[in-house]
């Protein structure tokens, strides 16, 4: 089992950047993608990226690509999600998850482990 905390969330402008962490705790972690999901009130939880469990592969949604940027630290367990030029749009609850049978997957169906998310508030 794979334990998973997410960190970093805040308010910004838009334009501005944040960098969510996702910490985890469990051997296993490096065997599995670990995918980035945002859900914002009212709407369905969306893939926003993934990285692939050596860290040598990403993949985005199109709404993200060349803005975010998802890279893991195999060392320190932890995977991170670098988010520039922030669009109010981008305003949502993120998860983090780690799993992914297939690679890339954008369905969160096929992660296993979830964090508890983190709040990210971007304004105009």
């Known amino acids: 089992q794979v334990q998973l905390v997410e960190s970093g969330g805040g308010s910004v402008q838009a334009g501005g950047s944040l960098r969510l962490s996702c910490a985890a705790s469990g051997r296993t972690f490096s065997r599995y993608a670990t995918g980035w999901f945002r859900q914002a009130p009212g709407k369905e939880r969306e893939f926003v990226a993934a990285?692939?469990?050596?860290?040598?592969?990403?993949y985005y949604a199109d709404s993200v690509k060349d803005r975010f940027t998802t890279s893991r630290d195999t060392a320190k367990n932890t995977v991170y999600l670098q988010m520039n030029n922030l669009k109010p749009e981008d305003t949502a609850v993120y998860y983090c998850?780690?799993?992914?049978?297939?690679?890339?997957?954008?369905?969160?169906?096929?992660?296993?482990?979830w964090g508890q998310g983190t709040q990210v508030t971007v304004s105009s």
């Open positions: 998850a780690a799993g992914g049978r297939r690679w890339p997957s954008e369905n969160r169906f096929e992660y296993d482990s």
């Open positions: 990285v692939r469990w050596d860290g040598r592969s990403t």
